[in-house]
């Protein structure tokens, strides 16, 4: 089943005399339960197509389809309500709130749909559980490392059960034994919860976790790898060799 439709997708900055075209006709879609990255070298317009596809920028024309909704047509009072229910997001600094302790800032989307708290609290208990963050509920972020913080701002992400969840540059900011916890644990949620995943990476060794990667080359599809049967670090090494041909993604920070 397709969770997300994009079709000629264009998006431009500037005005008319000092104009950069950053997508460039982009077609695709992403199934129910995919976990998907998005891969390129800077400036090939990854992180752009991440924010229009989850309703943080408007493309300049083209369509957006997410659950059967189309969302390029929505007003801002819509979108608001729409992300509200439909979308989950995991960003490379955390956003969490300092003054809430982990469960408050994980049960924020709970609080804003005004869910029943003997719900909230039952989903609370089986996410944070499944993250390995639930001894830590009652800390603030402040007391917390940088690898709780990001399993924190993915049960945030998973609470409310979005059709889609956007995560950008999720690792860039933890060490590798926390960056490979959190990409056990998002492989993990992708596939009990069957949650779709669309994550922006440099990193080849987070792509490996996907089942399937988009490269981004000047604003278009450059290639796609889909893991099938393949061990990670087969498919690890495809990745490699795509970015190689690529040419400048390996160091991009």
Same mark, same amino acid.
């Given at each position: ?27 695709? *879609?992403? #199934? ?20 229009? =596809?989850?309703?943080?920028?408007? $493309?300049?024309?083209?369509?957006? @389809?997410?659950?059967?909704?189309? %969302?390029? !047509?929505?007003? #801002? ?5 729409? *992300? ?8 490379? #600094? ?7 302790? &982990?469960?408050? /800032?994980?049960? =924020?989307? +709970? ?21 390995? %963050? ?12 940088? !690898?709780?913080?990001? *399993? ?12 889609? $969840? ?16 959190? =990409? /056990? ?7 009990? *919860? ?5 994550? &922006? ?14 490269? $981004?080359?000047?604003?278009? %599809?450059?290639?796609? +790898?889909?893991?099938?049967?393949? @061990? ?6 495809? $990745? ?14």
């Amino acid at each position: 089943m397709t969770i997300l439709e994009a079709s000629q997708l264009f998006k431009s900055y500037g005005n008319k005399f000092n104009k950069q075209e950053v997508l460039k006709g982009l077609d695709f *879609r992403f #199934e129910k339960g995919e976990f998907v990255s998005i891969m390129g070298a800077s400036g090939s317009g990854k992180t752009t197509l991440l924010n229009v =596809l989850s309703s943080i920028d408007r $493309i300049n024309s083209g369509k957006i @389809t997410i659950d059967g909704k189309e %969302i390029t !047509g929505m007003k #801002e009072k819509q979108l608001a309500e729409f *992300r509200k229910t439909h979308l989950g997001f995991i960003f490379q #600094e955390y956003n969490l709130l300092d003054t809430l302790t &982990v469960k408050e /800032n994980i049960l =924020l989307p +709970l609080s804003i749909t005004k869910t029943p708290a003997p719900v909230a609290d039952s989903k609370f208990s089986d996410l944070a559980k499944q993250l390995g %963050i639930y001894e830590i509920k009652d800390k603030y972020p402040n007391e917390i490392s940088g !690898g709780q913080k990001q *399993r924190t701002s993915a049960a945030r992400a998973f609470i409310h059960e979005p059709s889609m $969840i956007f995560a950008d540059e999720p690792t860039g900011a933890l060490d590798s034994k926390s960056a490979s916890d959190l =990409l /056990n644990k998002l492989s993990e949620l992708n596939e009990k *919860r069957k949650a779709t995943i669309v994550m &922006v990476t440099h990193d080849p060794v987070a792509a490996s976790y996907c089942s399937r990667v988009i490269f $981004i080359k000047d604003g278009q %599809i450059y290639s796609q +790898l889909y893991k099938g049967e393949q @061990t990670r670090t087969d498919f690890f090494k495809d $990745i490699m060799k795509t970015q190689g041909v690529l040419g400048g993604v390996q160091h991009e920070h």
